[in-house]
């Protein structure tokens, strides 16, 4: 016995005392899908690169943006943002002002010539992409990274499509457009101004071993107005290329814009810029039902262009229209009422939707057309082997960002094609595993999963504005962006739903010490020796990445 | 009362740690070679709010003390699940006496201490609600008027859950106990009856007091740091929900005491020297019936057609609370939820 004075008994550790048998469910650390990244149409990790962004790791945010989408400059300035139309902290306070830290991390790269080194093996298998617009832009970035030749076909001497042509650059300055066009042309992109006119010959005759159509939906539908002889109508997209190439239109102080999409917006507001004094939307239907973005009217209202709902035009003569007033059916289908009303106007601008021009598709084989557009499998494959097609020219909804995901999506679907040989039974081997991953997709991050009582109080961070009366003037930059300290601030609000964010809540909060914390960037594992399975760490998780799954007892 | 800088840190400082910020600023409890004064395979029930705050409130002390400290424990569930013979769960110098003695023999270390020249090691006594605010009431107070330099904790789960959920001095009204059923026109502890402790310790004018719960860690931390940094007798009386004796999910037991905080029922404060010097505002104000309706020892309060006239008279008391205190700041609580 060699104890101090007054001790008589060896003590023990409780350690010896296993508590993980007294446990009925255990802790499991989850990854789960956040809104955001789930409403992307380009499938950014949206979650992943604000993380990065929040300590700083600017360029490392912005590799991560650029796994998916190669126009994080032009995506942070005409993005409708679905992203945080999903997000969780808009039932908090408001959205996590992703774009603006988008169009910081994109403005970033620009200003120090961040790129994105080519480092696949040569594939030796050259790929045709019709149309340099987002789309043919986003497919050659990505097929470039998977070591394929690119040759990029357009009409329009410069790339960019609708981006160049169609977008104002009052939304989209032309200096931002260029800097991210040239960064893919300089990844070995190799681009002809040229028309192709029979896809298959030039497939044919160039020897491209496969292809990826997006010529866009390039032509103003028309509507019948009966019009007198002087009545001056034009086209919205005819307005903005010609405005986009310095040549704007002529078009008299009182302007009527005849539907309610945002090229009605857009057409609307370049006329205000073109001095228009009177730029007057007329649309059939209720703003509510009206297809254009919130901000895009929100902004044309700011700039002191005027709408009529429920309204069509019945006749245009010189200088004056005769609206007819329209109601809502049951259907929210509008009918006519009878009652007519005169409008003051110069000059009529259709913004009636937008059609595509296919007929470099005549004699190909296996292609569908239904409705206008093509149609294409999940891989985005026409009905005819090898032939690709995105954008606006197949069925989805027409924006840049869709127009991306497109670009994206149809490089992986070329890539696994030209691998398998061009075999069918490989390419639905490969098809159905794209389709059982997209199954096999985590769970969504839902804000009930969330315990909000973590996060700081910050409200969003706006966007200065140019004031109303300077912008209709010019075709500056309307919104501006984020400094460094505010664009951080923004990041730092994003709650991280559904993914660890490493703040020590679940090691911190175990009555039993059992939580190891594996230490920066390693996370955290469950001591299941001691676990008692309270479930106070999956409770106090602020971002519900803890799932509690019962023991197989 | 800490406050966070104006800087943004996505969680700031609510949550345990934050990898935002420097080391320096993130809780004891966040760091890898924090002391775990009491570690793993204790016998304490799943979600045991007493473990969580023996560990917050010690670990924090152990970091302010340069880990020179001994513990002195009263007799109650802390003791009996950390020390099953021949296991312990303290990897800290540790003692138990009596149950209403702890506050003496904690005075009587210190007085040791202090004769042998070692005032470097500090004395902190700890004990229940049972053991603090009924049994070893006297001690305390004989403690407090001497200034004796110990830091007295009390983890108050407001009955004796050791031996069965018995009624103590701080079971608060209307909850449901072994020994005050929810039966007769009263069901439940009575109104009127028990002690507020930490206003008595006020009373006697020692150089700091102050409360806090278990979901407050910072402030928790911030606290047993602030009272190491006085001599004399200290006082920290520190809310610990149980989910056996309020009958709670287990799971819930850091959102419970934050409903306790957030309506007004459990005022968070810290005085010196008698005064009351700050206050924790409510950030989220939430209805008393927040609070209840997660413990099956109010469940009678939910059945019964009086219930509703004293769940009013709970949230009057938490009212009053706020008012006393100054919990609310003018335009705070406009959010609702926990």
Known sequence: MNKPFAITLDPGSSLANKTGSWRTERPVYTDLMPP????????????????????????????????????????????????????????????????????????????????????????????????????????AYHLRLLGHRVTLRDLAPLAGGMMRYGIPAYRLPRAVLDAEIDRILAMGVTFVQSKVTNLSQTMAEDGFDAAFLAVGAQQGRRAYIPAGDSAKILDALTLLHATADGEPARLGRRVAVYGGGNTAMDAARTARRLGATD????????????????????????????MMWL???????????????????????????????????????????????????????????????????????????????????????????????????????????LRSGGNGAARAGAAA????????????????????????????????????????????????????????FEARRCLSCGNCFECDNCYGVCPDNAVIKLGAGQRYEIDLEYCKGCGICAAECPCGAIDMVPECI | MPVQPVKFYQVGSFAVGNRLLADDQRAVQSEHDRTNSLTCGHRACQGCGEALGARYALDAAMRATGRQLVAVNATGCLEVFSTPYPETSWQIPWIHSLFGNAPAVATGIAAALRAKGRTNVRVVGQGGD??????????????????????????????????????????????????????????????????????IAMAH????????????????????????????????HILVPCPLGWGAAPGDTIRIARLAEQTGLFPVFEAE??????????????????????????????????????????????????????????????????
């Not at chain 1, 939707?353 to 007929?359: A, C, I």
């Open chain 1, 311 to 417: 309204s069509t035009i019945a006749q245009a003569d010189q200088g004056k229209l005769v609206i007819e007033r329209m109601r809502l059916d049951e259907q929210g289908f509008p009918q006519p009422t009878g009652e007519f009303a005169e409008l003051a106007a110069d000059t009529v601008i259709l913004a009636l939707g937008q059609e595509t021009e296919l007929s470099l598709l005549d004699g190909v084989p296996g292609v569908t057309v239904s409705d206008g557009v093509v149609e294409v499998g999940p891989d985005l494959m026409t009905g005819c082997p090898g032939i690709f097609a995105g954008g606006d020219m197949v069925p989805a909804e027409r924006t840049v960002t869709v127009g991306i995901g497109h670009g994206k999506k149809a490089a992986r679907g070329i890539d696994a094609w």
């Open chain 1, 433 to 488: 595993q794209a389709t059982s991953a997209m199954t096999a997709e985590p769970r969504l991050a839902d804000f009930d999963r969330l315990n909000t009582w973590y996060y700081s109080d910050a409200p969003a961070t706006v966007r200065p504005q140019l004031d109303a009366a300077r912008r209709i003037s010019s075709f500056d930059e309307v919104t501006g962006g984020l400094d460094e300290s505010t664009a951080l």
């Open chain 2, 130 to 199: 049972g053991g603090t605010v009924d049994i070893g009431f006297a001690c305390l107070s004989g403690m407090f008027e001497r200034n004796d330099d110990v830091l007295f904790i009390c983890y108050d789960n407001e009955a004796y859950m050791n031996t069965g959920v018995q009624r103590s001095g701080a079971t608060p009204p209307a909850a449901r106990t072994a020994t005050t059923p929810a039966l007769g026109p009263e069901p439940g502890n009575a109104f009127g009856q028990g002690k507020n402790v930490p206003l």
């Open chain 2, 205 to 236: 004018e020692i150089p700091y007091v102050a409360t806090a719960t278990v979901a407050g860690l910072r402030d928790l931390e911030y606290k047993v740091t602030r009272a190491m940094e006085f001599r004399g007798a200290r006082y920290l």
């Open chain 1, 279 to 306: 730029a007057v939307v007329v649309y059939r239907r209720t703003r509510d039902r009206m297809p254009a973005h919130d901000i895009e009217v929100e902004e044309a209202a700011d700039e002191g262009v005027r």
């Open chain 1, 36 to 139: 955001c990244n789930h409403a992307c149409p380009a499938g950014e990790n949206i979650q992943r690169w604000l993380y990065q962004g929040e300590d700083g790791s600017y360029e490392q945010a912005w590799r991560q943006i650029m796994a998916d989408n190669p126009l994080p400059a032009v995506m942070g300035r005409v993005c409708y943002r679905p992203c945080e139309t999903a997000c969780n902290r808009g039932q908090l306070d408001s959205a996590v002002g992703i774009n603006s830290v988008e169009r910081f991390l994109g403005d970033e790269a620009i200003k120090r010539g961040w790129i994105v080194p080519v480092t696949a093996p040569d594939s030796g298998k050259h790929v045709l992409v019709v149309g340099a617009g987002p789309s043919g832009l986003s497919a």
């Open chain 2, 273 to 338: 020297a008698g005064e009351v010097v700050g206050v924790s505002k409510i950030r989220r104000k939430a209805p008393v019936e927040e609070y209840l309706k997660l413990q099956t020892r109010y469940a009678h309060l939910f059945k019964s057609p009086d219930g509703a006239a004293t769940i009013r008279r709970l949230q009057r008391a938490a009212d009053r609370n706020i008012a006393r205190f100054g919990l609310l700041d003018a335009g705070n609580g406009a959010r609702e939820g926990s």
